[in-house]
């Protein structure tokens, strides 16, 4: 199994980035996707999350900012981050879980990708 993340990068206030997760080795389409970001010292925190239906949750702190969206032809996961702000800095992971049990529960996921890093300077 592997998930592989990439489009992360350096963005001012206000800019906007497309992150993007390619899964392989299981079947996509039935795994509930999610993405999670880590600033080193701080717990995971869960940003957002798909179910295999297509519906969305989204952590308040970044609603109607972030969009998750998933293809699953493609066997990839996007996260369109809009309005960034230097406290959305941080390294992202996306994730997969058979269930959308307990969305923001890192424990819940059994597949994580390596990362990507998002940066967003004032």
């Known amino acids: 199994v592997q998930l592989v993340e990439s489009g992360g990068g350096s963005v001012q206030t206000g800019g906007s980035l497309r992150l993007s997760c390619v899964g392989s080795?299981?079947?996509?389409?039935?795994?509930?996707m999610a993405w999670f970001r880590q600033v080193p010292g701080q717990v995971r925190e869960g940003v957002a999350a798909v179910d295999s239906d297509g519906s969305a949750t989204y952590a308040d702190s970044v609603k109607d900012r972030f969009t998750i969206s998933r293809d699953n032809a493609k066997d990839t996961l996007y996260l369109d981050m809009n309005s960034l702000k230097p406290a959305d800095t941080a390294m992202y992971y996306c994730?997969?879980?058979?269930?959308?049990?307990?969305?923001?529960?890192?424990?819940?996921?059994?597949?994580w990708g390596q990362g990507t890093q998002v940066t967003v300077s004032s």
């Open positions: 994730a997969a879980q058979p269930l959308c049990r307990y969305w923001d529960r890192s424990e819940m996921y059994n597949y």
């Open positions: 080795g299981f079947t996509f389409s039935t795994y509930a």
